[in-house]
């Protein structure tokens, strides 16, 4: 969108995925990168083909214990990410049979782990940690979903008010992907230097954890997130 033919097409604001759900929400904007559990709370049209999934571990979110998954009883989360914190909820309690309430906390692992049995990190703050150099249970969460279910995990999707999402849209989007894994090298090179991160950890986070492009078998997962993410069970937050 940025450097590609689409430049100029659209009107760009750069905000974290639940903040462009809220913009899309209040009608400030138009289209947005959703967090995939905001579709339980949205009626909104998917530009389908694009997104932010994973067939297996996504690095980037990681839920660190000082105990196993099923004795967690306290969860420090950083919820920036409302999908990470549903999934982390949904992982929890269909898979190791938790009960546990859940705090919020800033991404700080040594301050989430001092008031919680265990810390959920995403994004970057996950990924500038280590987990083979830990002393703790780590549990890749996009690795757990797909061994529970067999199916990839969906983080978010662009989506749009439904007069928004026009074939012309959807064209212009799937493009705007092709452009970028075409010049991922240069997207590697622009954001290891801007975010500080070795390139090859950003190369193979772009390459081996995170998928882009959306297919029948990701929306099939995605589906499947939503249907247990709308489960009366929830963690208590406080």
Known sequence: MLHGAQRGMFELEFRIPA???????????DIGIIPSFELTRQDLEIIRGTGI????????????SSRPAGEIRTLAADSSSRTSVQLARVILERKYGAVYVSVPHAPDLDAMLRIADAALVIGDPALR???????YYVYDLGAEWTEMT?????????????????????????????????HLEQIVSAESARRGFPPELVRQYLTRHIVHELGAREYEGMELF???????RAATLI
Request: include cysteine; charged fraction near 20%.
């Open 150 to 182: 067999s199916l990839p995990m969906v983080f978010a999707v662009w989506a749009g008010r439904r007069e928004t999402v026009t074939p012309l849209v959807v064209e212009a989007f799937a493009d705007s992907c092709r452009y970028g894994r075409a």
């Open 19 to 29: 903040e462009c759900a809220d913009r899309v929400a209040s009608g400030a904007c």
């Open 129 to 135: 940690i280590d987990p083979a150099h830990l002393p």
């Open 53 to 64: 999934a994973s067939h297996g571990p996504v690095r980037s979110i990681l839920l660190i």
């Open 226 to 232: 939503l249907s247990y993410a709308r489960s009366p």
